[in-house]
Nanobody
């Protein structure tokens, strides 16, 4: 059984930092990991992605403020977030996408598995 479990969310003041974790289990084959977020009343949007080779990619909203990296031994992908803004408030999800079909990491519909999400709230 595949499981993705996010953790590390919470309440932080604007300008602060949080590090989210995505712990994966049960994945067999080559899967990339993506972090997405969904704010109330908005669609899920991509934040950052990491390939099976460990190459990171960032959406414009995350560039310069967020860092994605992985611990392959522990099967954990981290999203280190700094200089947080009120508009970063959302439920953050990690997803796993099979890379065999040359999937688009930014396309949420391409993902095969999702975690339950973790709430990040940034106060002013």
């Amino acid at each position: 059984e595949v499981q993705l479990v996010e953790s590390g969310g919470g309440l932080v003041q604007a300008g602060g930092s949080l590090t989210l974790s995505c712990t994966a289990s049960g994945l067999t084959g080559d899967y990339g990991i993506g972090w997405f977020r969904q704010a109330p009343g908005k669609e899920r949007e991509g934040v950052s992605y990491i390939t099976t080779d460990g190459n990171p990619y960032y959406e414009d909203t995350a560039k310069g403020r967020f860092r994605i990296f992985s611990d392959r031994i522990k099967n954990i992908v981290y999203l280190q977030m700094s200089s947080l803004k009120v508009e970063d408030t959302a439920v953050y999800y990690c997803g796993a996408v099979w890379v065999g079909s040359d999937a688009d990491y930014a396309d949420a519909d391409a993902y095969n598995y999702w975690g339950q999400g973790t709430q990040v709230t940034v106060s002013s």
